[in-house]
């Protein structure tokens, strides 16, 4: 567990009350940071998790350069200018990443590649994409977290660990906290774990459920005909490794909730049935309606992946996955998804902001990574820092930089910046090469519809 | 773009200025309807064209999460209606649900200039703010939902109706809306807390709170009437789309009590016949009560056959279409606030209700007889996209055209309405009422919806066509805070509008008593829930006449 650098005695302390922590999609907006502005570092972290606290103590101010172009040092005027440079000139620039940074530069991305024809991603493509397509097929009975504080008394975690993932679903919203209707908290309500193996997740539960590897989508299936009325397969136990009784209890304890919730992890979209694991969870929420109130919510990862499917929606009508080549937005994942764009090797820019393919991306997709010109913007150094042609060093959002950010559950929250930092935020550096891509391509060079 | 420019021998529809197409020059100058111009002011010979003040939409769902969920759920119809960018434009989709440029572009070649987004749960305003921010050429603002929220709720139930008003005003100031907006009001708390449950009539009571849908609609207009907000409350009536719902709608309405109201979508709200039988139309007994009370003012919300999406604060609504024709489906909770239901739907001529539907708003508008409270909206996308506004306006004006589609739908449904008998064609002069004036008028935008001097220079130019929904449907030029966005059917330029909010007057001392409410039961500390300034942009606080 991290723990904060001892401060030296330092008398240039300031409080911050109701900071929002963006490390993941829980977006708590309840922290208390203590700030030593003479040594640029959060000293303590009231009421953050584990991962919290360690976002909050390690994002200091390092000493590095603002821009480096091929390694070497450089003004920032002349990063944004060899950025715009290198998009403008690329056949197919591709922008990805945009969850850990602020909606108001996910707005200014997905403008630059609307100007240039580029092609935009988030990595939502590579966490809930699936949950994604899902929606677009059957839909979604959702609900806000402090709904499902007030009401929820079954909650149903598929296919993730929260307890490591995001520790205070638990604590803040879902399990433990009393509600307008849940007056004694974790005693009201009835908590189910269903997962491929035991985590630090499963003592929370009241039933743990351990699906065999692969079987959710088949699990899922059993679950909605058992709910419908209908007949399922003998050997169900032998399929899924959960049996009869099992089901048929779990079945009796969703119908006859008062208000229900299904949450789902990537334990679900990024196995074998991925969007077809989504749609079954959707559908099976949406199907107990016929019984009582039930609602089904992905618990996504990074702090601002919400953000980015709101915003590249609204101005697109696609979530992630948008290729403007025609000068119009087109939605393909496979084909305009970032990993498979990269492996195909069919981009010849890429715009990277705040977050690091070279570091979790498929062999061949990294590889050509490094074959293309990249602009990179990130608060740390990263594998993908490393391997780009532009490098901005950026200030980090909710640290360093106010702004928007949509929790899991699509609640805009407003950040609040702990300290000042030299470094330009994403969204300033974005505005920068907007401003000269536009430039560069005023008048006859300007991409319109083909 | 020059600040002065001059329209030239326009023929001129300014119903709010007694003009009623007369030839009359325009005089423009910084966005603003003046007297005169220099000579060196730039020209629009409007010769043989139409002059109408730029159009508003007083009730329509662009901007916010329901929004982009429809969004999200609808990519098979954004590809079939790609919409590209141009040298001044940026690209989007369109279809159903446009993308937020697309809207906003879209919009303006129809000549509207002012679009207002009718339901918003205060904790999502945030993200309408930005969607409004990005949806671009016209003046927006939007109606926040507070007919279903919780602390409200608690107030009235204490019956403390004066801090029910402050709080009322202090949740418009949060988050900087026009006005409030109630809907299917008592219905969220059966919906979340009583598996699905839904209200039925006015006077039952609300679960938890000992209090009627009814109580809760008289003091929600109490309250808007002191605090003298530029629109009254934009009220969704209970029971929406179930047979015999007149009843609701009128004892809704008598609630009132002579306090200004406006009915949103009365259409929907106009079904005669017994709860669970076949609907009749019962558009005659609302629209007499609506031409004799002049303190109503109400929007059809036609339905047009095709492509619709039910999006609504009104979730047993949508569960109820849900089940009609099983579909994808979305279902939204907000804490203490809302309920959302969103799913596609399309009106079919052959279909009774539907037919029903699209005669029974016919009806509605060709039986009013004060054009300035009957004014004209889909209920975008409910009853249909507001890209149908020209073909609803040919409705309305070509009785020879409403002849022939009566036709082609069903006609058990026609028999059951008297519009075959209804000769009525609106005027040049009416339609410019029920999209211009009409709803500058209900909305208390004394800038809009005229062209009198000091007004702002919102212009639409129509070349004068036989077939109004070919003229509707494509202004030659439109004009925007005094910039020619269009120019020849093509954009010009592209142009930011502003948001339009109200800020009632307030004891501030109420947020002290909102504030445990908020720890206790949201999800989102008090402190980061109201709105900063910076959300606004560009804006206009369109000012509050408080009664004292």
């Known amino acids: 567990m991290p723990e904060a650098a001892k401060p030296k005695e330092s008398k240039n302390i300031r409080i911050v009350k109701d900071a929002t922590c963006t490390f993941c999609g829980c977006v708590c907006d309840d922290m208390e940071l203590t700030v030593d502005l003479d040594a640029h570092r959060i000293t303590k972290a009231k009421r953050a998790c584990v991962l919290g606290r360690a976002w909050f103590y390690e994002h200091t101010l390092e000493d590095r350069p603002v821009v480096l172009i091929d390694g070497k040092e450089a003004t920032l005027d002349e990063g944004l200018d060899e950025a715009a440079r290198i998009l403008v000139d690329a056949k197919f620039p591709i922008t990805y990443g945009l969850s850990d940074c602020p909606c108001e530069a996910q707005r200014v991305a997905v403008d630059i590649m609307d100007t240039i024809n580029g092609n935009i991603d988030t990595t939502t493509s590579v966490c809930h994409g699936p949950s994604g397509m899902a929606f677009q097929g059957v839909g979604e009975s959702t609900a806000t977290l402090g709904e499902i504080k007030n009401r929820a008394d079954l909650v149903i975690y598929w296919g993730g660990n929260p307890a490591e993932s995001h520790p205070r679903h638990f604590t803040r919203y879902a399990v433990t906290p009393k509600g307008m209707f849940i007056p004694n908290g974790k005693k009201d309500r009835t908590v189910v774990l269903v997962d491929v193996r035991k985590t630090p997740s499963t003592p929370v539960a009241d039933i743990f459920m351990r699906v065999k590897p692969g079987k959710d989508f088949e699990l899922l299936w059993a679950l909605r005909a058992l709910v419908k009325g209908k007949k399922i397969s003998e050997n169900i136990e032998e399929q899924t490794g959960v049996s009869r009784e099992v089901l048929d209890d779990l079945v009796e304890r969703m119908k006859n909730c008062q208000y229900g919730v299904l949450f789902m992890g990537m334990g679900l979209t990024m196995t074998r049935g991925r969007h077809f694991n989504s749609g079954a969870i959707y559908s099976l929420a949406s199907d107990l309606n016929e019984f009582t109130h039930f609602v089904a919510k992905p618990v996504r990862g990074h702090g601002n992946v919400t953000g980015a499917d709101n915003v590249v929606s609204w101005q697109t009508g696609y979530p992630f996955g948008v290729n403007f080549n025609r000068g119009y937005p087109r939605f393909n994942p496979g084909e305009f998804t970032t990993s498979d764009v990269l492996a195909r090797g069919e981009a010849d820019a890429a715009m990277i902001v705040a977050s690091d393919p070279a570091s979790n991306f498929p062999k061949k997709a990294i590889e050509h990574l490094e074959k293309i010109p990249v602009i990179s913007m990130d608060v740390k150094e990263t594998h993908t820092t490393r391997l780009s042609r532009v490098r901005f060093a950026v200030a980090t959002y909710g640290i360093n930089t106010g702004g928007t950010v949509y929790r899991m559950d699509d609640v805009p929250i407003s950040l609040r910046p702990a300290f000042d930092s030299p470094f330009p935020t994403d969204q300033e550096v974005l505005e920068g090469i907007r401003q000269r891509v536009k430039k560069m391509l005023s008048g006859s060079k300007a991409r319109v519809a083909a | ?548």
């Open chain 2, 1 to 548: 773009m020059p600040s002065e420019l001059k329209i030239v021998n326009g023929r001129v529809y300014d119903p709010a200025n007694d003009i009623d197409g007369t030839v009359k020059d325009l005089c423009v100058k910084d966005g603003k309807i003046v007297d005169s111009v220099s000579k060196s002011a730039s020209r629009i010979n409007a010769h043989g064209m139409v002059v109408m003040p730029g159009a508003i939409d007083i009730h329509c769902h662009i901007a916010g999460p329901k929004v982009n969920l429809g969004r999200k759920l609808m990519p098979e119809d954004h590809r079939l209606d790609v919409h590209p960018k141009t040298a001044v434009t940026r690209s989007g989709t369109g279809g159903i649900i446009p993308s937020t440029f697309a809207t906003g572009y879209r919009y303006a070649t129809m000549g509207y200039t002012t679009a207002m987004e009718a339901a918003v749960p205060p904790i999502t305003a945030r993200h309408v703010l930005e969607e409004l921010d990005d949806t671009p050429v016209v003046d927006k603002g939007f109606y926040v939902l507070l007919g279903n929220n919780a602390f409200l709720y608690k107030l009235l139930k204490e019956g403390r109706k004066k801090e029910f008003k402050e709080a009322i005003a202090w949740w418009v100031n949060s988050v900087h809306a026009y006005t409030v907006k109630l809907v299917n009001t008592g219905s969220d708390e059966l919906w979340k807390g009583r598996k699905n449950a839904n209200i039925t009539d006015v006077n039952e009571r609300i679960d938890h709170y000992d209090i009627t849908p009814s109580f809760v609609t008289e003091s929600f207009i109490e309250a808007a009437h002191e605090l003298g907000l530029p629109h009254p409350p934009h009220i969704h009536c209970n029971n929406l789309g179930h047979s015999g719902n007149i009843s609701t709608t009128l004892d809704t309405m008598k609630a009132a009590q002579g306090r200004r109201a406006h009915m949103a979508h009365i259409q929907f709200h106009s079904f005669g016949g017994e709860m669970n039988k076949n609907p009749v139309s019962g558009a005659r007994e609302i629209i007499d009560y609506i031409n004799d009370h002049e303190n109503i003012t109400t929007d059809v919300g036609q339905v047009m056959f095709g492509k619709a999406m039910a999006m609504t604060a009104d979730a047993p609504l949508a569960w109820m279409l849900r089940n009609v024709k099983i579909d994808k489906w979305v279902n939204a909770d907000t804490e203490c606030e809302s309920g959302c239901g969103v799913l596609p739907f399309s009106y079919q001529e052959s279909i009774y209700t539907h037919t029903l539907q699209w005669a029974m708003g016919l009806e509605l508008f060709l039986m009013s007889k004060d054009p300035w409270r009957v004014l004209l909206s889909t209920d975008h996308p409910n009853g249909g996209s507001f890209m149908n506004y020209p073909k609803l306006i040919r409705l309305l004006m070509d009785s020879a055209y409403r002849r022939e589609a009566l036709q082609h739908i069903n006609q058990k449904a026609v028999a059951k309405t008297v519009l075959p008998e209804l000769e009525r064609e609106y005027t040049l002069n009416e339609i410019a009422i029920i999209t211009r004036a009409g709803p500058a008028r209900a909305l208390g935008l004394k800038n809009k919806g005229h062209l009198g001097v000091g007004a702002d220079a919102d212009i639409t130019i129509y070349t004068e066509d036989e077939d109004r929904e070919q003229m509707f449907n494509a202004p030659r030029y439109v004009i925007k805070d005094g910039t020619i966005v269009i120019k020849d059917h093509e954009f010009a330029t592209d142009h930011k509008g502003k948001l339009l909010h109200s800020k009632p007057g307030y004891n501030e001392d109420i947020a002290t008593e909102i504030e445990p409410f908020f720890e206790d039961y949201y999800s989102v500390k008090f402190s980061n829930y109201a709105i900063s300034e910076d959300y606004l942009h560009e804006h206009e606080e369109v000012p509050t006449n408080p009664k004292s």
